[in-house]
C-alpha cells in the first residue's frame, strides 16, 4: 500500500494530499490503540483486530480509490478507538459487500477523476438504498450511510456532500427484524421442536460415550446450548474455572454447579469484564467437566510475530490447531480461542456423526446455537416464565427482545393425531423393549404379579392386558403408561395398543385445554411415541405373519 502520508510525489491525487495537509486532518498512523487496549499495526495493507467473534483480518489494499480507502481507514480507527473492534470490522465488511461490489459499475476506481468522485459515490449508494429497499433490507445499510455521514461532517472537502449527508442523516432506517424466524415457525431455522426434535438431541447426548476429544467438545457444546442458549462468544470465552462446585468436598451430597458465563455485547472493554452466574444441572455440567479433564496437558499457545507464545489462561474451549498466520503480542487473549463459527461446527458435527433426522422436515436436523436460544425461551414461556425473568435468562438488557415469546405461545403447540404418533414414534425410538406373543416367553412368565393391565377409559373394571415386566426385581415405575419407555417391558403383539394411545391422545388435548400450557400438554408425549411405536411395530408383525 502506498501511505497518504508519502504520496506527496503521487500525481494521481494531488488534491487529497494538500487537503490532508491544509485542513490538519489526522493522517493514517503506523498504529493505534483500541478501545480494548489492543495494538494494531496499520502500516500496510492488512490490519488485525481482535473481536470477540474472532480475530479478523481487513484488507484495504482492494479498495484502488485512495479517497474511498483513506476515508474508510479513518472511519474503522475511529470505532475502533470509540467503540469496539467488532465495530469497526463490521463497517470495513459492510463497505466490501456493499461499496466495493459496486466500484467498477460506477467507475469509482482508482481512475476516477477527482471532480466526478462526488457525484458517482452518491450514485453508487443511491442504487445500494433502493436495492436495500427493494429486499426490505435497508436496515443493513446503516453502518454505511453513518460512514458518510461521518465523513460529511469531518472531511467534506474529499467530496463527501453535505446535503446529501443531510438527506441520509434524516432516513428513518428500520432496525434489524428481531425473532422473525420464531414468528415465521421456521423448521430449520427457528426454534426446535419441544416434543419431537429436542428429545433427540438430549437422548443422544446421554447415550453418547466416545471418549475421543474432538467428542468431548461437541458434547460440552451441546450442553451449554442446550442449558443456558447463549451466543457461542459466551461459551468462547468461557475458562475453566468458570465452573464451580459448590458440594465439593462434602460428603453425601449431589453436586451442585454454578457456571460464571462472560457477558458479551453490553459495551464492556473485555468480554470477561463482567459474568452472569448461571445454575446449570449435574447432568450438562458433568460434559464441561469432562472436557476440562481432557484439556490437562494440551498446552495454550498462539503464534505471535514475536514467536511462539505459551499462555497461562485456561480456556474451556480450544483451537484444533494453533493460529497458523502470526498475530500481534497484543492479540494472544483472542488467539488462543477459536472463532464463534467453532461452537456450531461442534454442534453440527455432533448432529452428523449421530445421524439425527428431523421429524418434522424428514432430513437431517439443522442446529445452531440460535436455534437452541430460541428452544430454551419458547419452552420457558410454556412454563410460564416472566419477560423480566426470560430477559435476564437470555441476557438482554430489557424485555422488548422477549416479546417474540411470548407473541408465538399459544402456536407453537402441536396437537397429535393417532398417524402422527406412529410416525414420529418410529423415528424417536423411546420403545426399547421386546415384543412377545404370550406369557411364557418373558423373564417372568410364572409370575402373575407381573403381568401389566391397562384400565379402559370405559370403567376400571373393563381391563385390558397389554404385556409382562420383565424385571425380576421390585419395579419403582409408574405401570402401565411408564412401561413403554422401560426395555423390561414385554408387550403382547396382539394386544390392544391402540386403545392405550387413543387415550393417552385424548387426555393430552384435556391437559392443553384446562390448563392453557404446552408443558403441561407434552409432558407425557415420550410415552405418547412409545405407545404410537409399539402400535405401528406391533402391526407390521400381524400384518407379517397374516
Known sequence: ??????????????????????????????????????????????????????????NF???????????????????????????????FFDFQSEILSRVTEFELDGACPDELFPGRLVALIKSAIRDAKSKKRLWSLNRLIRWYVWCAANFPEMGFLISYAATLDGMVIPGNPKGQAVRDEDPDAGPLDLSLELPLIVRALQNDLSDEYEHIQERAAVALCVALGRNPANFIFLDEGDLRDLTQGIDGVDSCYQLAVP????????????????????????????LI??????????????????????????????????VPASAVHRAIRPSTTFISALLKYFVKRHN????????S????????????????????????????????????????????????????????????GAYLRYFKGRFIDSPEEAETADRSDKD?????????????????????????????FSCYLCPKFRPYVHAD?????????????????????????????????????????????AHAEA
Not at 356 to 363: F, G, K, Q
Not at 510 to 528: A, F, H, P, T
Request: proline fraction near 3%.
Open 1 to 58: 500500500m502506498e501511505s497518504l502520508d508519502n504520496i506527496s510525489t503521487n500525481a494521481k491525487l494531488p488534491s487529497l494530499v494538500k487537503q490532508v495537509s491544509i485542513y490538519k486532518w489526522r493522517t493514517i498512523p503506523k498504529d493505534f490503540v483500541t478501545r480494548e487496549g489492543a495494538l494494531v499495526d496499520c502500516s500496510g495493507d492488512i490490519w488485525t483486530l481482535a473481536t470477540t467473534r474472532d480475530l479478523i483480518r481487513c
Open 452 to 480: 401389566l393391565f391397562f384400565a379402559s377409559a370405559s370403567g376400571a373394571s373393563v381391563q385390558i392386558e397389554i404385556g409382562k415386566c420383565g424385571e425380576q426385581k421390585l419395579c419403582g415405575l409408574d405401570p402401565p
Open 263 to 290: 457477558r458479551i455485547k453490553k459495551r464492556q472493554i473485555d468480554p470477561r469484564q463482567d459474568f452472569q452466574i448461571e445454575t446449570i444441572e449435574a447432568s450438562f455440567a458433568k460434559h464441561l467437566v469432562n
Open 365 to 424: 436436523l439443522v442446529v445452531c446455537a440460535r436455534r437452541f436460544r430460541y428452544t430454551l425461551a419458547t419452552s420457558l414461556v410454556d412454563q410460564g416464565v416472566s419477560r423480566r425473568e426470560l430477559a435476564r435468562i437470555l441476557d438482554h438488557t430489557d424485555t422488548q427482545h422477549v416479546e417474540v415469546y411470548f407473541e408465538m405461545r399459544s402456536r407453537i403447540i402441536r396437537h397429535l393425531e393417532v398417524a402422527q404418533a406412529k410416525l414420529f
Open 61 to 91: 489494499g482492494k479498495i484502488a480509490n485512495l479517497r474511498l480507502r483513506w476515508s474508510l481507514m479513518r472511519r474503522v480507527i475511529h470505532c475502533a478507538e470509540t467503540i469496539s473492534s467488532g465495530a469497526a470490522t463490521l463497517i
Open 293 to 326: 479433564n481432557a484439556n490437562r496437558g494440551r498446552p495454550v499457545e498462539a503464534l505471535t510475530d514475536q514467536g511462539l507464545v505459551q499462555s497461562d489462561v485456561r480456556p474451556l474451549f480450544r483451537r484444533r490447531q494453533c493460529n497458523q498466520k502470526p
Open 356 to 363: 439425527i433426522l428431523s421429524p418434522v422436515t424428514m432430513t
Open 497 to 541: 395398543h391402540f386403545k392405550v394411545l387413543t387415550v393417552l391422545l385424548s387426555d393430552r388435548e384435556s391437559r392443553l385445554k384446562r390448563y392453557e400450557s404446552v408443558r403441561m400438554g407434552i409432558q407425557i408425549d415420550d410415552v405418547i411415541f412409545a405407545v404410537g411405536e409399539v402400535v405401528a411395530e406391533a402391526e407390521r408383525i
